[in-house]
């Protein structure tokens, strides 16, 4: 059990109504909808800024692989019709300046503390039912509600290849990168990690550098973007529409708007079915090819089919044939890792300078400082981008010493797995509530709008505690319990269980195995939020007490 010191006492009354960990897209719309509530609300940040995943991400080629015009906030007609996006899909830089615009709009920045990491939380399960948060900057604060909204992919996964400190050239992470230009011309580069991240990096890294070699451990299927900028008339006509398409996002499944499929991929003949994969890649969305069919995700064969689709594609592009087959996924089905939007991705191998290692043959023994070890040889290389993603969904969260009820950690508690109800409370962690964590629809969904979802609901939430004077609120372990069931349920009936990948957690060592994220979609997950709701939250456990 955990030895923390016990909070003060409970006859003190809270400093603050609540506490925000994180100031990106979540943190910001939690202060906005808490401030209105007239709660005393406080963001605490770690970064020198705010703007979340959109100021840590600064790689080359950065970019959001959701429609700005649906990757955007909804709250506020007034913001739909003043902002204006430049391109279909948004670059960090543009992304950036949206959320300063809306802080700066909205008057937040006044309650956002900088450069402030909470390290850990401390709950008083007597009278006082409060939070004691502290901080890496030696402060101690107590409130009565916490809310983290830290990010599903903001605790970066540091590489763990055996001598990763001794390189003696220049070492970047994608998910670190340096505030000021990094400029590679006549440079040997080395990029290890294929993800999303990797595969926007890529093509721009192999502009300016002399040499560039990927070590790709596995293949990803990536899509082409098809980014454009957007016309003064396709912006005009989207600010007409807006209201209309701002209420469909919030109906549909995942946050963006199409017409669902209505028949097996393995009814239609092959020519139907390339016809159909030929319209859904040349959408240019990230679930252009998933949405096609309805067995995609749930059938293997059906699924053979989108994944060949998408191998002749890298044949039809990559004219080294070894390099195309390097390239090609075969080892997991389309869709149970996350694909990637790309812009130029395979045709970067066509270039002479560009040349892929394939780890699975010849993996990574160590890293030197002259550069990186296979096991058949040392490639020399001036600088190393590691491009090898986060602890995505859980890390954020047990980064922090938080301590619950019984003197419980959140990491003993989640030893095994996460667990918790609608992904919002954990029992035994009250007045805790978690912003688009795990067992949510999260990383399934646009991200934007399961934030607002979240937020709202626990916006109203903390407004009826406060109506009717109750000081606590708790997941049950049954209700717990349950959930965590129905979750598991849900993801069993799909193969992205069956894959090993980061929705599993599989990329982090010694990460238990679950899949992290509510496949439902995000319209029944919202009916489940909001049928918990009724009758005065009665799902949960309820204690009162004056201030």
Request: contains cysteine; glycine residues 8%; proline residues 6%.
């Amino acid at each position: 059990m955990h030895t923390a010191p016990r909070p003060p006492s409970p006859s003190a009354a809270p400093q603050l109504d609540a506490v925000i960990v994180g100031a990106g897209f979540s943190g910001l719309y939690q202060l906005y909808r808490l401030r209105a509530l007239g709660l005393r609300t406080r963001v605490l940040e770690a970064c020198d800024d705010i703007g979340g995943t959109w100021y840590r991400n600064r790689y080359p080629g950065a970019r959001c692989d959701v429609e700005s015009t649906a990757y955007s906030f909804s709250f506020s007609p007034e913001l739909d019709q003043e902002w204006e996006w430049s391109e279909r899909y948004a670059t960090q830089p543009e992304l950036l300046r949206y959320l300063h615009h809306v802080a700066d709009r909205f008057d937040l920045r006044k309650d956002i503390t900088l450069r402030t990491r909470v390290t850990g939380a401390v709950y008083d399960e007597g009278d006082g039912h409060t939070w004691q948060v502290t901080t890496d900057t030696g402060e101690t604060v107590t409130t009565r509600f916490v809310v983290l909204a830290t990010g599903c992919m903001s605790a970066v996964k540091e590489p763990d290849i055996p001598g990763a400190g001794t390189f003696a050239g220049r070492a970047l992470h994608t998910a670190d990168w340096p505030h000021e230009d990094v400029d590679l011309t006549g440079r040997r580069v080395a990029v290890i990690g294929t993800g999303c991240s990797g595969i926007q990096a890529i093509p721009l890294l192999a502009e300016q550098a002399a040499e560039l070699t990927v070590f790709q451990r596995t293949p990803v299927y990536a899509l082409p973007a098809r980014n454009r900028p957007l016309s003064a008339a396709e912006t005009a006509e989207l600010k007409a529409r807006y209201p209309e398409f701002r209420a469909a996002q919030r109906r549909s499944k995942g946050g963006t708007l199409f017409e669902p499929p209505t028949r097996s991929a393995l009814e239609v003949d092959e020519a139907e079915r390339r016809a159909t994969y030929e319209e859904g890649w040349d959408s240019g969305v990230l679930s252009g090819l998933l949405r096609t069919y309805t067995d995609i995700l749930v059938d293997r064969a059906a699924n053979e089919t989108v994944a060949e689709f998408v191998r002749s594609k890298i044949r039809s592009i990559v004219t080294d044939p070894e390099t195309a087959e390097t390239l090609s996924p075969r080892t997991f089905p389309f869709g149970t890792k996350r694909p990637c939007l790309d812009t130029g991705y395979y045709a970067t191998y066509n270039k002479p300078h560009v040349s892929v290692v394939d780890l699975t043959k010849t993996p990574i023994v160590e890293i030197t400082p002259r550069g990186v070890r296979t096991s058949d040889r040392e490639h020399a290389v001036d600088v190393i981008a590691f491009a090898t993603g986060f602890d995505a969904l859980t890390g954020s969260q047990v980064a922090m010493d938080i301590v619950g009820k019984g003197g419980t950690t959140l990491r003993e508690k989640w030893a095994d797995g996460p667990r918790n109800h609608l992904g919002l409370l954990s029992a035994g962690f009250p007045n805790l509530f978690t912003v688009i964590g795990p067992l949510s629809p999260s990383v399934l969904s646009n991200a934007v709008v399961a934030i607002e979802q979240h937020v709202e609901w626990i916006t109203d939430c903390i407004a009826h505690l406060r109506r009717n004077g109750i000081t606590e609120i708790d997941a049950t372990p049954r209700a717990e319990a349950d959930w965590c069931t129905h979750v598991a349920d849900l993801a069993a009936q799909t193969l992205y269980p069956s894959v090993d990948s980061w929705y599993m957690g599989a990329n982090v060592p010694g990460k238990p195995r679950v899949f992290l994220a509510y496949t439902g979609g995000l319209e029944r997950y919202r009916a489940e939020c909001d049928a918990a709701a009724e009758g005065g939250y009665r799902a949960f456990a309820l204690s009162g007490g004056a201030d």
